[in-house]
Every structure is written in C-alpha cells, then in structure tokens.
C-alpha cells in the first residue's frame, strides 16, 4: 500500500506514506464487529510493516498480513493533524493496494475516520475495499468537523474471516 503524494492542489497529512517507514502506523485490536470502535489499542495478532519489494511504486510499500484466523476488529491507523483552514470541509485521501496473496474477498477491509476530539467515528464515501489482482487506487471523501484538527485514518477487518 502507498499513498498517493499528487494529489494537485491538496495537502497530504499522512508523511509516512511510501513504505519506507513505519512512522506512526500502529496496529489495533478494536472489539470484533463491522466497524472500528476508535483504531487503537488492544493486542492485535496481525501486522503491518514495510516490505522491501518493487511489487507496486519505488522498492518500499506496506504489508498488511493476518493469520488464518478470524481477525475481524483488527486493523492498522494513523493520527494526523489538519490545517485550521481545512476545518469544516470535505477531505479526500487516496492510496493503491495490491492483494499479494491469500484469500481476500470483496469488502473484508474497510475505510474510516476517527475525530479525535469529538471521538466520533466518520464512515468516508466510499469506505468498502474490493478484491482485485492488479493495482487498484482507491480515493474517499470525508467531513471534517468545524471545531476539530486531530483525526485517526483506519483500515478495519470488518468481515468474520478466517482465511489469509
């Protein structure tokens, strides 16, 4: 997974975007349902974290990997402030993902937006990851609040799975 740095007149808040460091990616383990409770915490058995390989853009990206198990409420976040002047308006964030290997269906992943200071969760549209075996880029649109800077980007196991 990369994040896409071209957006044409836009700012990107997420910096650690190309793979080539973890940053402030973390993983989580939410309680196990459809949709994130906040995208912190807990004692996730997956992992998310950077692959040297040339498999998408440049020689890093992110590998998100879960065991054959059911690991639906887990996922991986990133905290990230906005500018003051983008307080109130309409926030789109895009990235590119590959399926690697394993077994993914249709809508297992998913898309959210935590506000922070409001700790109110925000569903972007579109906000279901589909399965795919070419590069696919993936763009959402978000609110944000009129009195808040401090939001949370998670990628959330929303389907009870148990493949890899």
Known sequence: MSFDPSFQGTK???ADRDG???GKWVT???AAQTNPVDGTG???ASTFAVSTDSTMRGVTNFLWTHSAANRQGEGFSYDFSIDPSD???VLQCSFEYLISSGTYADNDMS???YDVTNAV???PAPYLIKNSGII???AVEFQTASNSTSYRLIFHVDTNTATA
Do not use: C, H, R, S
Request: aromatic share 16%.
């Open 87 to 89: 307080k109130g308006k």
């Open 121 to 123: 969760l925000i569903q």
């Open 28 to 30: 989580y383990a939410d």
């Open 20 to 22: 080539t460091k973890i």
């Open 111 to 113: 898309v959210w937006i």
């Open 136 to 138: 696919e880029k993936f």
């Open 12 to 14: 990107n808040y997420i």
């Open 42 to 44: 807990g004692a996730p």
